[in-house]
């Protein structure tokens, strides 16, 4: 398996959340501008709720970089909850438990009533608190680090929203090439590559904020520059796609991934689908087209890899009737909990998507080209894009 993994840990109302990244190679330069600008991107998007007026999110480096490079050592990150001193009785690590803000109706579509089954838990916070996707703000900490990795050997990471509940923007943006639609959706509130569209969103997401409702979507990540090879076919769980599709799949609320054109693959024939190959003498072997979206046979082929991932309307509605539930100890049946929360998290999404891919890519690097220093292991990728081209 790969060199790089992560552990992170805190709860949505705790003290902080925190992060440890190990397998990062010494030399590589790095700052907290780098991390902080990624978790402000993560904070943006129309449609956020309350909690992003609180937090202005910043991380704290506490191991592993001394004067701004990497040490090759675990380093550490830590972003403070500001929200915490007014939760500081409820989310107390010691003392006599308390009733305030317990939560027994579990609500349909999270965590609250498996989690609270699995771990024996009756107040449903025990299981919200980690559950919440506050707990991203670290993965996208993390993923900044991943992304000054990559960046270093020209591979970018960008990302954009193509729909959010029913309206769609994807037949719009075909024609724009990837790296443009990125930066569009940097100037979206909503992060669409086709900001003239915004105010339509927008409307769709004040319709639903008043219904006390709220929306799901779809958004794609791609990276470009990346070099063939990476991944393998050896073994089912060390193949790339997989790793991409798991990585993406462990962010809440997501519920679907396609790579490249995905299920529209499924409805053509065979020489429609594959991606034919040609050869320059300069550039080696390559592709014109793009549907497999940058991998084949588990491993990346050279062309940018473009990753589709849908997620779910966000489980806590804030509707006068609200969904139905059961109160764990009563048993009886309750409108179900109401939690802070956001109209939509899509744009949001995206950015957590673009950490995870990026996760996952500086892993494939360094399991390829592995070695403790950074220095050493840029030559190397340099000798193999070279010798890709020779073959």
Not at 76 to 84: A, E
Request: charged share 30%.
């Amino acid at each position: 398996m790969g060199r790089l993994r992560f552990l992170n840990a805190g709860e949505s109302h705790g003290p902080a959340l925190t992060a440890i990244i190990e397998g990062m190679p010494s030399n590589l330069k790095l700052s907290h501008e780098d991390i902080n600008k990624e978790l402000a991107r993560r904070q943006k998007g129309y449609g956020r709720g309350g909690r992003m007026k609180i937090e202005k999110d910043k991380a704290e480096i506490l191991s592993g970089i001394r004067f701004g490079y990497t040490l090759g050592t675990p380093i550490t990150l830590m972003v403070r909850n500001k929200d915490w001193e007014n939760w500081t009785d409820i989310m107390a690590v010691e003392g006599e438990p308390t009733d305030k803000r317990e939560i027994s109706n579990p609500r349909p579509g999270h965590a609250d009533l498996v989690g609270g089954i699995k771990y024996g838990f009756y107040d449903l916070r025990n299981v919200l608190e980690r559950a919440s996707a506050r707990e991203t703000t670290t993965r996208v900490a993390v993923g900044a680090v991943c992304k000054a990795l990559l960046r270093d050997i020209g591979i970018n990471i960008g990302s954009y929203v193509v729909s959010i509940g029913e309206l769609s923007v994807r037949e719009l943006i075909e024609p724009i090439p990837l790296e443009e639609r990125a930066k569009f959706a940097e100037e979206s509130e909503v992060r669409i590559p086709v900001p003239s569209e915004d105010d339509k969103f927008k409307r769709l997401i004040d319709l639903a904020k008043e219904e006390g409702e709220s929306l799901g979507g779809i958004f794609e990540v791609f990276a470009t520059g990346v070099p063939m090879g990476l991944g393998t076919y050896a073994q089912w769980d060390r193949r790339l796609d997989g790793r991409i599709a798991q990585a993406m799949m462990s962010i809440q609320a997501m519920k679907g991934v396609e790579i490249g054109d995905g299920f529209e693959l499924a409805k053509k024939f065979g020489s429609q689908a594959h991606d034919e190959i040609f050869y320059d003498e300069e550039k080696g072997f390559y592709h014109k087209t793009n549907h497999a979206g940058g991998l084949e046979g588990g491993m990346t082929n050279g062309n940018p890899i473009i990753v589709r991932v849908g997620m779910k309307p966000i489980p806590t509605l804030m509707r006068k009737k609200s969904l139905r539930s059961v109160n764990v100890r009563t048993k009886e049946p309750f409108d179900a909990a109401k939690e802070r929360s956001d109209v939509t998290a899509v744009p949001a999404a995206a950015v957590v998507g673009e950490a995870m891919l990026a996760i996952v890519l500086a892993d494939a690097i360094l399991e390829k080209f592995g070695n403790d220093n950074w220095i050493e292991i840029k030559k190397r990728i340099q000798e193999y894009v070279e010798y890709t081209k020779k073959y």
